[in-house]
């Protein structure tokens, strides 16, 4: 682990809520260029103005799942990715950059992005941004159901990146942050992985359905902090504009819970900054070296399931390497796996 004697170990952390304008009207590349610049310039004046009614101890703030574009509805991986998607050191980055520079945060969000190693893919990535205005952390989700992941491309994208590529942790004068994407949070090994690696606060963008009954990410939100010790601040759309989905379909619920699964701060609909609350470090990082019942990472037998993993295969890696695929590839290789898997007699 890194040391810790420069950390701030008592700060303020806001999972912004704001709405999403979906990008799939645009005409090209140049118009949703010109939309994802209005985003970023309302999310300037809202940021702002939240640090303004928080206080200067706002060091975190973390936006929404594909907050600049929405997500591809129709497109084809090649259209979207020459229409819709950032570049690794693009003027979104930049922009984005100058934003937490001004305010001296760590900005976390969630963009569709280019990658010169993977031409004619695009992959779902989280970032942090630090208050130097360098982007600190990119994670690409693993789990998606109708995007490429780095999964798809598995064999390349170690050899380009390697596994702590895969499962980056950042180590900052804020703690260790990890991120997590949208319905991510349901898979526990993504999370595992991260925590085994130091994280200690899961940056969680998602645009996910809201309800005042408890939903599955809303559950799985508590466990994952629980079974790892560590926060998880989760930004919520407030709804999905420009687009043929009902508007308030992903609308609401943005939360901060501790290490201990205590819901710290929510909001309910709409565009709000009502979702902040302290992250104590110090607190965490006590119960961690706390021997007893519940120091559940330090009780880990991970020896006990690594080969019960290593000899199952379900849904399969490198199905996107080195071919062009359509839409449709993403159902059909789900349905073979199921297929496969009811063959074998284990589903």
Known sequence: ???????IESFRALALQVTCHAVNPARDRHEVGLLMQKTITRLAQQ????????????????????????????????????????EMNGAEYEALGN????????????????????????????????????????????????????????????????????????????????????????????????????????????SEVYSKNITPKDAAKITRAVENMAYVVSANTAGLSNSPIAMSSVDGGSKIIDHRGIVLAETGAGESMAAFAEIDLAALRRDRHRPGLNNLLSRQRFELYAQSYSQSQFYPANTMLNQTVDRQHFIQAQTQTIERLSNLGII
């Open 99 to 206: 934003i937490a520079q001004k305010h001296h945060i760590f900005l976390a969000g969630n963009a569709y992005e280019l990658d010169p190693n993977f031409p004619g893919l695009y992959f779902q990535t989280c970032f942090v941004i630090d208050a130097s205005g360098t982007v600190v952390l990119r994670y690409r989700r693993l789990n998606s159901m109708f995007a490429p992941t780095p999964h798809d491309v598995w064999d390349k994208y170690l050899d380009c990146y390697g596994l702590e590529g895969v499962f980056p942790v950042a180590k900052t004068a804020i703690g260790n942050l990890a991120a997590l994407a949208s319905e991510e949070i349901l898979y526990p090994e993504v999370a595992r992985c991260l925590a085994m690696r130091g994280a200690e606060i899961f940056l969680h963008s998602t």
């Open 1 to 7: 682990m890194a040391n810790h004697t420069d950390t």
């Open 47 to 86: 940021i702002a103005a939240s640090i303004a009614f928080i206080g200067s101890d706002c060091r975190l703030i973390v936006l929404p799942e594909y907050f600049l574009t929405g997500f591809p509805m129709g497109e084809s991986v090649e259209v979207w990715a020459n229409k819709a998607c950032i």
